[in-house]
C-alpha cells in the first residue's frame, strides 16, 4: 500500500501512554516489542519522548492476533521479519503459518475419527477371549510404531499388557481392551498431545469406561484451531500492508533517551 508506513509528522504523533491505552499493552511492552522490530520505529519529539501513529495502533494488534494464532515467539520474530525480507520471502513465511495450523487441524481431525471408530466398535465387538490378545510385535505392526515406544508407553501407564510364561522367559501380551487404549494414544500423539495430557485421558477412559473424554479434547483443539486460524487471517491483512510498503528494518530501534 503506497506510504503505508510513512511516518506522520511528530505534532499529530501519539504517546507511549496513549498506544498503551488503545492496544493494552504496557508502556514498557510497547517500547520492547520497538526495540526487537515488532512494531516500526518510532519518532522522536524534542523532548526525546516516543511519538507512535495509528499504523503502530495496527501493527500491535496484528502481533496480538499472530501471537494467538502461532505463539508470541514466533509471532515477535514474523513481525520483525517481515520487515526484513524480500517480498516472496515474507509471503513464503505467511504462508507457512497456514500450513502448519492446516496440518495440525488435519492430524487433529483424523485422530477424532479414529477415536470414533474405536468407541463404535466398542459397542459392537463380541466378546474377547485369550485368543485376540496380541504381542508386542504384532501390535507396533498394527499400529505402525516400534516395540521401544510401546515399551515406554507402558513405562508411561498408558498401555497396560499382560505377561505370559514361554520358553524363554515371559512376553508381554496385549488383549482387545489394551490394544483399544494402545489406539486411542496412537491416535492422541499423531494429533500432537504431550504425554501428560495422554495420561490425562487415557486416565478419564478408565475411570468412566469411554472415550467421551477423548472426543471432547479433541472437540476442544479443533475449535481452539479455527479461532487461531481465524487470528492469523486477521493479522494477515496488516501483514500483507506491511510487505507492500516494502519499508525495511535493518535492526532493533537505536535506544533513546528514558521518555515515553
Known amino acids: 500500500m503506497e506510504g503505508c508506513d510513512v511516518a506522520e509528522p ?8 496513549s498506544v498503551s491505552a488503545e492496544t493494552g499493552y504496557s508502556v514498557q511492552q510497547i517500547r520492547d516489542l520497538e526495540a526487537i522490530g515488532v512494531i516500526g520505529p518510532a519518532v522522536r519529539a524534542s523532548n526525546g519522548y516516543r511519538r507512535f501513529t495509528q499504523l503502530h495502533v495496527r501493527d500491535l494488534r496484528a502481533y496480538r492476533e499472530l501471537a494467538h494464532a502461532i505463539g508470541p515467539v514466533p509471532a515477535r520474530r514474523a513481525m520483525r521479519d517481515i520487515r526484513r525480507l524480500e517480498p516472496d520471502d515474507a509471503v513464503a513465511l505467511v504462508r507457512s503459518f497456514h500450513a502448519l495450523l492446516d496440518a495440525e487441524r488435519d492430524r487433529a481431525l483424523a485422530a477424532r475419527r479414529a477415536l470414533q471408530a474405536i468407541s463404535d466398535e466398542a459397542g459392537n465387538e463380541a466378546p474377547a477371549t485369550t ?16 516395540p521401544s515406544t510401546l515399551r515406554f508407553w507402558e513405562k508411561c ?3 497396560r499388557p499382560h505377561r505370559v510364561t514361554t520358553a524363554s522367559g515371559s512376553a508381554r501380551r496385549y488383549a482387545v481392551a489394551v490394544v483399544r487404549e494402545a489406539r486411542i494414544v ?3 500423539r499423531e494429533a500432537g498431545y504431550r504425554i501428560p495430557d495422554v495420561q ?10 469411554e472415550i467421551d473424554a477423548s472426543l471432547d479434547a479433541l472437540d476442544a483443539r479443533i475449535r481452539d484451531i479455527t479461532q487461531r486460524t481465524l487470528a492469523l487471517l486477521k493479522a494477515g491483512g496488516v501483514m500483507a500492508e506491511i510487505i507492500e510498503s516494502g519499508t525495511v528494518v535493518a535492526g532493533a530501534s537505536a535506544p533513546g533517551p528514558s521518555g515515553g
Not at 511528530?10 to 501512554?17: C, D, E, I, K, P
Request: glycine share 4%; charged share 20%; net charge negative.
Open 186 to 188: 496412537a491416535a492422541l
Open 200 to 209: 490425562h485421558a487415557i486416565g478419564a477412559i478408565r475411570e468412566l469406561e
Open 157 to 159: 501407564d498408558l498401555v
Open 10 to 17: 511528530v505534532s499529530a504523533g501519539l504517546s507511549t501512554a
Open 131 to 146: 485368543e485376540d490378545a496380541l504381542t508386542i510385535t504384532e501390535l507396533a505392526a498394527a499400529l505402525d510404531v516400534r
